[in-house]
C-alpha cells in the first residue's frame, strides 16, 4: 500500500544544521513535498521535488532524493528557532493522492 | 493573491449533529482536496474535486460527503457526527490534480 514514514522528534541548537529523513512505499510517485506547520496554522508548502531529479536547493534548503531506496531528505541549514514547527513529507501516488506522513517535530535550542 | 480560505475557523457541534465546511481555494485554482487532521491518525486524505467532479476518494464512511461548485469554491459536510471526528479539517487548492497543493488555516472542529 502507499506508505510514508517519518522520525518523530528531533533536537538541534541554533545554528546547526538540521537534517529530516522520510521513506514512502510507492516507488510511482512522481512528485515529493515538504511542508512546514506551525502551530494553530495549516500547513505551508516549503519546497518540492520531481522524481526524475537527485537534488534541489532552496536558500537555507536543501532537499535529498534517492529514488532507489525510496528515500528523501530535507536538509535545514543554520537553523533558527522560527523553524521549530512540524515538518511534513508527502508523496503524490499513482492514483493522485498526497499521502503524508506523521511529521517530524523540529525543537530548535537557543 | 489571496490564499486558500476556510470557513469557519472553529465550530463546537454535539452527536448526532451534521456540519458544513467551507473551502475558498486561491484565485485561478480548480482543484480542491479536503483533509482530516487528528493526533492519533496524522493528516488523512478526504477527497478532491476538480472542475466539480470528485477526482479521489479517501477511506472515509459516507457520513462525510463533498461538493464544488463552478466557482471552484467547495463544501465538505458530516452527518451524524461522532466523538472522533473531533479534528482539523484542512482544505487544499491547487491549478490541477497534479500540481503541488496550497492548505488553508483549516477549520477546528469539536464534537461534544
Known amino acids: 500500500g502507499e506508505d510514508v514514514e517519518q522520525s518523530l522528534f528531533l533536537s538541534v541548537r541554533e545554528g546547526d544544521s538540521s537534517v529530516i529523513n522520510c521513506t514512502y512505499t510507492d516507488s510511482s510517485s512522481t512528485y515529493l513535498y515538504w511542508y512546514k506547520q506551525e502551530p494553530g496554522a495549516g500547513l505551508q508548502l516549503l519546497t518540492y521535488?520531481?522524481?526524475?531529479?537527485d537534488m534541489k536547493q532552496d536558500q537555507r534548503l536543501t532537499v535529498l532524493l534517492n529514488k532507489k531506496d525510496k528515500h528523501l531528505s530535507l536538509r535545514i541549514a543554520d537553523t533558527q528557532t522560527g523553524d521549530s514547527a512540524i515538518y511534513f513529507c508527502?508523496?503524490?501516488?499513482?492514483?493522485?493522492?498526497?499521502?503524508f506522513g506523521q511529521g517530524t517535530t523540529l525543537q530548535v535550542k537557543p | 493573491k489571496a490564499g486558500v480560505t476556510q470557513t469557519p475557523r472553529y465550530l463546537i457541534k454535539t452527536r448526532g449533529q451534521q456540519v458544513t465546511l467551507s473551502c475558498s481555494p486561491i484565485?485561478?485554482?480548480?482543484?480542491v482536496s479536503w483533509y482530516q487532521q487528528t493526533p492519533g491518525q496524522g493528516l488523512q486524505f478526504l477527497f478532491e474535486y476538480f472542475s466539480e467532479t470528485q477526482r479521489n476518494k479517501g477511506n472515509f464512511p459516507g457520513r462525510f460527503s463533498g461538493r464544488q461548485f463552478s466557482n471552484s469554491r467547495s463544501e465538505m459536510n458530516v452527518s451524524t457526527l461522532e466523538l472522533g471526528d473531533s479534528a482539523l479539517y484542512l482544505c487544499?487548492?491547487?491549478?490541477?490534480?497534479?500540481?503541488?497543493?496550497?492548505f488553508g488555516p483549516g477549520t477546528r472542529l469539536t464534537v461534544l
Open positions: 508527502a508523496a503524490r501516488s499513482n492514483t493522485g493522492k498526497l499521502i
Open positions: 487544499a487548492s491547487s491549478l490541477g490534480t497534479s500540481n503541488e497543493q496550497f
Open positions: 484565485s485561478g485554482h480548480r482543484s
Open positions: 521535488i520531481f522524481s526524475n531529479m
